[in-house]
């Protein structure tokens, strides 16, 4: 069974923290920037949060992939509840090949489920040979570039990360979240080194792969509340382009 099995309600009900909205999606979305009419691949797409954004932000067409057979059911049962036209699959992302290539392919917090070079590498095929010429990848991910050193204890954002105080190859990250009601639940997640993502990025054929700074929502300018958040990101976003 996957992790994400057991824990796809609370993982689901997490998107309700207020840092997914002003942080992580409004981060996505202003690197992601006009994708009306695009044809979009959403590797790792959970219960379909970014599946949806995508599709009414105006993509022509969504396809979310996801491991976990219980995030698909999510994902399938809010299509059904309010249909958007998304389609969801369930299969690996690492093996995943569409049909036809598409415009865009995003990943939030896939490449981080990969433990070794070579499956951070495997993500990184699968989700170039998606693209066609010049297409785009973007995403967010696990922020490998400022490990936690220890546990980071964020209780104000229902947020805690432990790693070894000095984390090697393919070590684990627990993430810890307290979502709005107070249910609490974990999962793990892996430690590569920025370079290791930097190498993948370039053997697997991308050009332009670029660490992207989280970017706070306009709304939020001047609030105090986010300053740890933002001074010490537990999270990070990046970008990179198929070659034309
Ligand atoms: C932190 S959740 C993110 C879900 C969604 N992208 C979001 O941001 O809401 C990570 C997701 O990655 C999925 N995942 C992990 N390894 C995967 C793989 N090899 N192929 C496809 N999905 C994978 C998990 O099942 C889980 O749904």
Known sequence: ??????IADAYRDSKQLPFREVIERYTLFRILRDIRGAKVLDMACGDGFYTRLLKQAGAAQVTGVDISIEMIRLAEQEERRNPLGCTYL????????????????????????????????RFCQACHDALRPGGRFAGVNDNVRNPPAGTLSWKKYGLQKSCPPRPKEGDVILYSITNQ??????????????RTYERAFRDA???????????????????????????SPPITAFTASRPA
């Open 1 to 6: 069974m996957n992790q994400y099995d057991t």
């Open 90 to 121: 369930h299969g690996d992302a690492a093996a995943f090949e569409p049909a036809e290539p598409v415009d865009l392919v995003v990943a939030t917090y896939l490449l981080n489920y990969a433990r070794t070079r070579e499956q951070l590498l």
């Open 181 to 194: 009601d107070g249910q609490r639940f974990e999962f793990e997640n892996y430690y590569l080194e920025p």
């Open 205 to 231: 054929g991308f050009q332009d792969f670029r660490w992207v700074e989280l970017s706070l929502h306009p709304s939020q300018h001047g609030n105090p509340f986010w300053d740890d958040f933002m001074a």
